[in-house]
């Protein structure tokens, strides 16, 4: 079992950026792959971008890639999505999400129903 909060949220302008943490509990965090998702109103979630379980390997949406840059620190139990040259169609709540599976094949792992664990949400405003 884990427990996922995100936090880091908030209004930026556009061109700004922000720092999102998902600090996880439980015990198997390390094996985890970790990703991160999307949700603007009226919209479905969307991929992001995700981590695997070692940090060798990450993939971005390609609305993201080249701005956005994902992390993990398992001493800490936390991952990160530093998010740069922010853009209003950025805005949208921000989840992150642990999937228990290792593969990191990408029809997985941007699939929300692959992911086993997820944090509450923060928000992310971009202002135009």
């Known amino acids: 079992q884990a427990q996922l909060v995100e936090s880091g949220g908030g209004l930026v302008q556009a061109g700004g950026s922000l720092r999102l943490s998902c600090a996880a509990s439980g015990r198997s965090f390390s094996s985890y792959t970790m990703g991160w998702f999307r949700q603007a109103p009226g919209k479905e979630r969307e991929f992001v971008c995700a981590?695997?379980?070692?940090?060798?390997?990450?993939y971005y949406a390609d609305s993201v890639k080249g701005r956005f840059t994902i992390s993990r620190d398992d001493a800490k139990k936390t991952v990160y999505l530093q998010m740069n040259r922010l853009k209003p169609e950025d805005t949208a709540v921000y989840y992150c999400?642990?999937?228990?599976?290792?593969?990191?094949?990408?029809?997985?792992?941007?699939?929300?129903?692959?992911?086993?664990?997820w944090g509450q949400g923060t928000q992310v405003t971009v202002s135009s």
């Open positions: 999400a642990a999937d228990q599976n290792p593969s990191f094949q990408v029809v997985i792992i941007t699939r929300p129903l692959s992911y086993d664990y």
């Open positions: 981590i695997n379980w070692s940090g060798s390997n990450t």
